[in-house]
């Protein structure tokens, strides 16, 4: 069984900022691409960034600029670097495999996610 578990949310003023991580344990990422989704009350969970094994990175146009998404591999581990938050950034942040060729999600179930929440 693979597990997922994010970590490094909190509660913040808009402007600060946050370091999200990602371990991942039951399978090696180094080859796979990763995803940071987010899901806020009465929304659908969205791709926020991804990061193939290569290191290429992509970002939704709502947080380009201002995050960034990160690896280690030896760590197993995915990061994610946020700054200038801003309150419509305020959800519950989850990691995944990413299929860069579907675009989805790999797995079909979620770690426990993260909250973030940004104040005004």
């Known amino acids: 069984q693979v597990q997922l578990v994010e970590s490094g949310g909190g509660l913040v003023q808009a402007g600060g900022s946050l370091s999200l991580s990602c371990v991942v344990s039951?399978?090696?990422?180094?080859?796979?691409?990763m995803g940071w989704y987010r899901q806020a009350p009465g929304k659908q969970r969205e791709l926020v960034a991804s990061?193939?094994?290569?290191?290429?990175?992509n970002y939704a146009d709502s947080v380009k600029g201002r995050f960034t998404i990160s690896r280690d591999n030896t760590k197993n581990t995915v990061y994610l670097q946020m700054n200038s938050l801003k309150p419509e950034d305020t959800a519950v942040y989850y990691c995944?495999?990413?299929?860069?060729?579907?675009?989805?999600?790999?797995?079909?179930?979620w770690g426990p996610g993260t909250q973030v929440t940004v104040s005004s």
């Open positions: 995944n495999f990413y299929n860069r060729w579907t675009s989805r999600p790999t797995l079909d179930y």
């Open positions: 039951g399978n090696m990422i180094s080859f796979n691409a």
């Open positions: 990061i193939t094994s290569g290191g290429n990175t």
